[in-house]
Structures are given as structure tokens and as C-alpha cells.
């Protein structure tokens, strides 16, 4: 079982930049693929990017391909998320999840979330 918290969200103007970092507990952080997603008001939770194991293979959402960056740093049992180029419409709660065999878009597939961190973009 994998424990996951997020951080780094905050209130930023449009075109401006943010860092979010899901820091993990235990000591096979290695061993699940991860992801991060979002929900707005209203909305369904979405797609955001998603990296494998190793960090080889990096997925994203059209919206965000250009402008977010996924990595991960497994020495630190950590995930993040470089988001640049921001827009009022990347404003959401942003959730990273982990899973062991899933890489993926489909949220239903991962097991495991963190509690979320705010992102507010300004116009």
C-alpha cells in the first residue's frame, strides 16, 4: 500500500508557472506507475499525464501537451508535475494517484490517491 500527499498548488496568473510534487510513502514507490488528474467545479475528474515505473514512458492530455511536464524521482518517492503556460482553465483540484499495473487515462484504474491540491489560475 502506497500513502500519497500532494503540494504546490496555489493562486498564479495566467502564463505564470507552478511545481506540484506528490511525495510517497513507502519503500516500493519504484514499483507503481503514477498519474496526475484534475477536477474542476462540476466537472468529472480528467486526465492530466501519467509516467511509468522507471520514468521512461510519459503520457499526457492534449490539453496540457507543451506546457506540463511529469517526472519523478523514485530516491525521493516523489512525482511531479511542471506546469507552465498556465491558463484559467487548468483551474482545478489536481489529484496524483499511483497504481502497480496501470498506466493509464482511466482514473477507475488506479488504486491508490492523494487528497488534492488546489490550483487557481487568474486571467
Known amino acids: 500500500q502506497v500513502q500519497l500527499v500532494e503540494s504546490g498548488g496555489g493562486l498564479v496568473q495566467a502564463g505564470g508557472s507552478l511545481r506540484l510534487s506528490c511525495a510517497a510513502s513507502g519503500r516500493t514507490f519504484s514499483s507503481y506507475a503514477m498519474g496526475w488528474f484534475r477536477q474542476a467545479p462540476g466537472k468529472e475528474r480528467e486526465f492530466v499525464a501519467a509516467i511509468t515505473q522507471s520514468g521512461g514512458r510519459t503520457y499526457y492530455a492534449d490539453s496540457v501537451k507543451g506546457r506540463f511536464t511529469i517526472s519523478r524521482d523514485n530516491a525521493k518517492n516523489t512525482v511531479y508535475l511542471q506546469m507552465n503556460s498556465l491558463k484559467p482553465e487548468d483551474t482545478a483540484v489536481y489529484y496524483c494517484?499511483?497504481?502497480?499495473?496501470?498506466?493509464?487515462?482511466?482514473?477507475?484504474?488506479?488504486?491508490?490517491w492523494g487528497q488534492g491540491t488546489q490550483v487557481t489560475v487568474s486571467s
Open positions: 494517484a499511483a497504481d502497480l499495473l496501470y498506466t493509464g487515462s482511466l482514473y477507475r484504474s488506479y488504486h491508490y
